[in-house]
C-alpha cells in the first residue's frame, strides 16, 4: 500500500519562499506510469491542482502559479518537494501531495499539511 | 482551463435516498473524470476514475457515469457515513481542475 506523508514548515513570512517535501513510502517513486501532484486547499475552500512531476522529471505546473512554482524529485530518498516563491496571505493553505497516473486521477493522498504565510 | 461546474452546490437528503450529483466540464473531456469525497478536516478520497470505474474498497452504492461534457455521481442507496461533500476533478487537459464542490447535508 502507497503511503505519501507531507513535511515541512506550518508557517511561513509573505514573500518569502514556501517549501515542503513529501515522503513517499509502498513503493518507488521512480517506478511505474505515475505522476506525482502537489494540491493545496484553502480554508473552506475548494481544491486547486499546483502541479506534478513525471518518474522522469518532466513537470507540469498549473499556470495560474507557474512562474512561483518549482517541483522536484529525490528518488535516492523516495521524496519530491514543492517549492512557492513569493508567497503572500493567499497561498494559506492545507497543502496535500498525491499519486496520479495510469489512468487514474488522485488515488492516493498523503495526510496534508497546514502552512500558514504570515508575519 | 477546463471550468468544472458541479450542481447542486448543497443538497439536503436523508438515509436511503437516492443521491445524483452533477457535474459538466466547460469543454469535452472524454472520460477522464475522477470524484472525491471528502469530509471536514480529513483528505479526499477517490471514488471514481475514468468516469465509472469504481476505486477499490468504495462500496457499490457508489457509481459514476456521463462522458464528454456531463457526468454525474450516483449514491443509490444514502448512508449515515456518506454526509460529506463531493468533488468532480478533469485530467483531460492541463491544468487539471476542479468542480467546486457539492456538500450533502442531512434533512
Known amino acids: 500500500q502507497v503511503q505519501l506523508q507531507e513535511s515541512g514548515p506550518g508557517l511561513v513570512k509573505p514573500s518569502q519562499t514556501l517549501s515542503l517535501t513529501c515522503t513517499v513510502s509502498?513503493?518507488?517513486?521512480?517506478?511505474?506510469?505515475?505522476?506525482w501532484s502537489w494540491i493545496r486547499q484553502p480554508a473552506g475552500k475548494g481544491l486547486e491542482w499546483l502541479g506534478h512531476?513525471?518518474?522522469?522529471?518532466?513537470?507540469k505546473y498549473n499556470p495560474s502559479l507557474e512562474s512561483r512554482v518549482t517541483i522536484s524529485l529525490d528518488t535516492s530518498k523516495n521524496q519530491f518537494s514543492l517549492k512557492l516563491n513569493s508567497v503572500t496571505a493567499a497561498d494559506t493553505a492545507v497543502y496535500y501531495c498525491?499519486?496520479?497516473?495510469?489512468?487514474?486521477?488522485?488515488?492516493?493522498w498523503g495526510q496534508g499539511t497546514l502552512v500558514t504565510v504570515s508575519s | 482551463d477546463i471550468q468544472m461546474t458541479q450542481s447542486p452546490s448543497t443538497l439536503s437528503a436523508s438515509v436511503g435516498d437516492r443521491v445524483t450529483i452533477t457535474c459538466r466540464a466547460s469543454?469535452?473531456?472524454?472520460?477522464?473524470l475522477a470524484w472525491y469525497q471528502q469530509k471536514p478536516g480529513k483528505v479526499p478520497r477517490a471514488l471514481i476514475y475514468k468516469a465509472s470505474s469504481l476505486e477499490s474498497g468504495v462500496p457499490s452504492r457508489f457509481s459514476g457515469s456521463g462522458s464528454g461534457t456531463e457526468f454525474t455521481l450516483t449514491i443509490s442507496s444514502l448512508q449515515p457515513d456518506d454526509f460529506a461533500t463531493y468533488y468532480c476533478q478533469q485530467y483531460n487537459s492541463y491544468p487539471w481542475t476542479f468542480g467546486q464542490g457539492t456538500k450533502v447535508e442531512v434533512k
Open positions: 469543454q469535452s473531456i472524454s472520460s477522464w
Open positions: 498525491a499519486r496520479d497516473g495510469n489512468q487514474r486521477a488522485f488515488e492516493y
Open positions: 509502498g513503493g518507488s517513486i521512480s517506478s511505474g506510469n505515475y505522476y
Open positions: 512531476i513525471y518518474t522522469s522529471g518532466n513537470t
